[in-house]
């Protein structure tokens, strides 16, 4: 699984990339901040501590082409605890890539990157992805996801959730 976050890492990095080459100018027609909100449950072994997840994001995206956009993301997942456990955050740093078949309607998402756990002694943080479908408009995008945190430390295993989610897209002037 290591693989797959890395060539996911490589390919949104080579296309972040060629956009920067001079090839495809960035302008506020063609590039936005995408600021949202998540609701999610856990599910594998983090089900068994905690009760539910919220969160915050923030994606800076290009449009490479009319129908792909690539970007960077970031934001911070809160997992509240249960059963007498705390709970704890999640801070991800990765690069997503969308496609937009049409102006309006479906779209297919995929982030990949790296979490840090938060609020947790000694724990380790793992690479992470997160495919997401949903509908989008000129101003909005909501989604269904489900996010993996690949995770070596034994005692606490992989972090996985699967929610829903809106952005919205705030436009440069």
């Known amino acids: 699984m290591k693989k797959t ?5 490589a390919v949104c990095s080579i296309g972040f990339a060629h956009a920067q080459n001079g090839q495809t100018e960035i302008t506020p027609r063609n590039s936005w901040l995408k600021l949202g909100a998540n609701l999610g449950a856990p599910v594998g072994t983090a089900s068994n501590y905690t009760g539910f997840t919220a969160g915050i ?8 082409t009319r129908h792909v956009g690539l970007g960077l993301t970031t934001g911070y997942n809160h997992f ?5 456990f ?4 999640t801070l991800p740093l990765g690069a997503f890539i969308r496609v937009y078949p049409a102006k309006e309607g479906f779209f297919a998402g995929l982030d990949g990157g790296y979490s840090f756990v938060t609020e947790v002694a000694n724990a380790k ?9 949903g509908y989008h408009n000129y101003n909005w995008n909501i989604f269904g996801y489900y996010n993996n945190i690949f995770r070596s430390d034994l005692n606490g295993g992989d972090i996985g959730s699967v929610g829903i989610g809106a952005t919205y897209n705030i436009r440069f002037r």
């Open 5 to 9: 976050v890395w060539t996911v890492l």
């Open 57 to 64: 994001e923030l994606k800076g995206q290009l449009m490479e």
């Open 80 to 84: 509240f605890g249960k059963n007498g």
């Open 86 to 89: 705390d709970g704890f955050g």
């Open 125 to 133: 943080g793992g690479g992470y992805i997160r495919p997401q479908l």
